[in-house]
Nanobody, 115 residues
């Protein structure tokens, strides 16, 4: 089956930057959508950013202008560049991939932004 492996999380001070990476491995065919969700303690999981193979993107209003999603389809990898980080960005970030009837999730990577 397809597995998603995330990396790049960590601790950063407010105003800093992090870049998350997620690589799909296994029996990978074409993946139509790749993106990122996040979940803070006591809160619902929310969409952060997503990108279709066409290049179309969608961002949460809270991150638009600060975060940028990109894809390398040849490597089946999606990235999330996070700039001007705020303490409210603290959450577990989950990689997501979707194709037709199947959806895959990464295990999550912790992002902590200190004030």
């Amino acid at each position: 089956q397809v597995q998603l492996v995330e990396s790049g999380g960590g601790l950063v001070q407010a105003g800093g930057s992090l870049r998350l990476s997620c690589a799909a491995s296994g029996s990978v065919f074409s993946i139509n959508v790749m993106g990122w969700y996040r979940q803070a303690p006591g809160k619902q999981r929310e969409l952060v950013a997503a990108m279709l193979n066409s290049g179309t993107t969608n961002y949460a209003a809270s991150v638009k202008g600060r975060f940028t999603i990109s894809r390398d389809n040849a490597k089946n990898t999606v990235y999330l560049q996070m700039n001007s980080l705020k303490p409210d960005d603290t959450a577990v970030y989950y990689c997501n991939a979707h194709h037709v009837t199947e959806t895959w999730w990464g295990q999550g990577t912790q992002v902590t932004v200190s004030s």
